[in-house]
């Protein structure tokens, strides 16, 4: 899928865990399901830092450039040093590695570690990298079109004023995890479902992807797993346009109602 509907359904997969949270007796603090959104939807970006066209290689000028440039080469080498013989040798990572379900762990206890180690600067950080992605793929036209520093400047702005409603009392900064010092390990949940949730976005598509890697399925360690070639479509058609992203809207939208309790 392309960029604004993977950003859509980190999103509203977001929404829907926190309904889920709400019928299981374990509701999330409004702050926590609106800064989960974001930092999913944001997340749901992630796994094409492989590719150098992608959303995300925008997102932070030069920097995100490169970044994905050497991602792409990391991926590059470990599909090529872990494919079996079946699988032929390639010349490119975009969805290998990056679109896997370890990378999607180490993702989220990466940034859970960081955000319990390092401090509010290192939650400021983790908020505005992933806010300035929210806002490249939810505004996607928006942000095409304007500059870069007023992106950043919104995501700025957003991560600064979610985190200083998160640590008012009660308002989420120990949700979930309530141990002295486990203030944000929450944080890594929704990079993991963003992961996920564009992973399963891409395996519905012509490619599918290798979620699994590395348990092997039919001989290959990077099997492209996905629903039955029928049922699959091309990136960018009306298919995501017209039916997955407004699917996502309705699902995100009834998941917001169920998880604030407006319906029971």
């Not at 800064?35 to 992630?46: F, K, M, P, Q």
């Not at 319990?116 to 400021?124: E, M």
């Amino acid at each position: 899928m392309m960029g604004p509907a993977h950003s859509l359904s980190g999103a509203a997969a977001w929404l829907v865990v926190g309904a889920g949270a709400t019928v299981l007796g374990h509701p999330m603090p409004w702050p926590v399901l609106l800064a989960g959104a974001l930092v999913s939807s944001g997340a749901a970006l992630a796994p094409d830092l492989d590719h150098r066209s992608a959303t995300i290689s925008r997102a932070f000028g030069p920097l995100s450039r490169a970044l994905c440039g050497l991602i792409d080469k990391i991926s590059e080498s470990v599909y090529n040093s872990t494919r079996t013989k079946g699988e032929r040798r390639r010349s490119g990572g975009h969805r290998t590695l990056t679109h896997t379900w370890p990378w999607a762990l180490f993702l989220g206890a990466g940034f859970s570690a960081a955000a319990v180690f390092g401090g509010r600067w290192v939650v400021l950080v983790i908020l505005f990298i992933h806010m300035v992605l929210a806002v490249e793929g939810l505004l996607w036209r928006a942000a095409r079109v304007s500059s870069d520093v007023l992106v950043w400047l919104l995501g700025a702005t957003s991560a600064w004023s979610l985190a200083g409603i998160l640590d008012q009392p009660g308002n989420g900064s120990g949700w979930l995890f309530t141990g002295a010092g486990q203030e944000y390990l929450w944080l890594g949940l929704p990079i993991v479902l963003g992961a996920l949730i564009h992973n399963i976005g891409d395996a519905i598509t012509i490619s599918g992807c290798p979620i699994l890697w590395p348990v092997r399925i039919s001989g290959k360690r990077w099997y492209p797993l996905g629903t039955p070639r029928f049922m699959r479509f091309r990136a960018g058609t009306k298919v995501e346009t017209l039916v997955l992203m407004p699917l996502f809207m309705v699902l995100g939208g009834a998941g917001c109602l169920v998880a604030l309790g407006i319906v029971g």
